[in-house]
T-cell receptor, first 115, second 111 residues
Framework: GAGVSQTPSNKVTEKGKYVELRCDPI?????LYWYRQSLGQGPEFLIY????????DSGLPNDRFFAVRPEGSVSTLKIQRTERGDSAVYLC?????????????FGPGTRLTVL | QQPVQSPQAVILREGEDAVINCSSS?????VHWYRQKHGEAPVFLMI?????EQKGHEKISASFNEKKQQSSLYLTASQLSYSGTYFC????????????FGKGTLLTVNP
């Protein structure tokens, strides 16, 4: 059906607070990716899910960041004790099988601002 | 490692051509090209695979030089709608499914 959706589109929070960002991938896509994009930069890989499991979380910057995908569809990126440096656009992408040759379809992103 | 894109920015008049390059210091399995307009999601353009030929359709095409670990995106007879930032995302194959993106090339097409 529809493309990748992300909520909220914008999130403003204060330093030290906890935030959750949601991604709803394209129906039937088994692979889901989180990227972070800072101003003037390309997307930077954070974590990759194949089904329910995190196949690669090597891009998560530290243990304040965590992501889940409990039923193999919707995913939530969780950030604890937010810092001003966490401000960025968080992009979610999905692909059909997670093959290197699959197209990754991106959502519109969540713009996170930490004051 | 992050691929290097050039130029960083280019300004065209409608109808002119442009070439955007993407180079990597690592051997590449595939190169993915995206266009992103301000405040929007990156939109997929095409994938080029190792051993594959030049791909494209109509006025946007791309090539992949495995020896040079480089890909080029060709935009011919540019249209106003081509404006945006173009990113290449590279993948080194094997179990590497995540894309490493360059910093982007800002393309502006003026009437």
């Amino acid at each position: 059906g529809a493309g990748v959706s992300q909520t909220p589109s914008n999130k403003v929070t204060e330093k030290g607070k906890y935030v959750e960002l949601r991604c709803d991938p394209i129906s039937g896509h088994t692979a889901l990716y989180w990227y972070r994009q800072s101003l003037g930069q390309g997307p930077e890989f954070l974590i990759y899910f194949q089904g329910t499991g995190a196949a690669d979380d090597s891009g998560l910057p530290n243990d304040r960041f965590f992501a889940v995908r409990p039923e193999g569809s919707v995913s939530t990126l969780k950030i604890q004790r937010t810092e001003r440096g966490d401000s960025a656009v968080y992009l979610c992408a999905s692909s059909e099988l997670g093959l290197a040759t699959d197209t990754q379809y991106f959502g519109p992103g969540t713009r996170l601002t930490v004051l | 490692q992050q691929p290097v894109q050039s130029p960083q920015a280019v300004i065209l008049r409608e109808g002119e051509d442009a070439v955007i390059n993407c180079s990597s210091s690592k051997a590449l399995y595939s190169v993915h090209w995206y266009r992103q307009k301000h405040g929007e999601a990156p939109v997929f353009l095409m994938i080029l695979l190792k051993g594959g030929e030049q791909k494209g359709h109509e006025k946007i095409s791309a090539s992949f030089n495995e020896k040079k670990q480089q890909s080029s995106l060709y935009l011919t007879a540019s249209q106003l709608s081509y404006s945006g930032t173009y990113f290449c995302g590279t993948d080194s194959g094997g179990s590497n499914y995540k894309l490493t993106f360059g910093k982007g090339t800002l393309l502006t097409v003026n009437p």
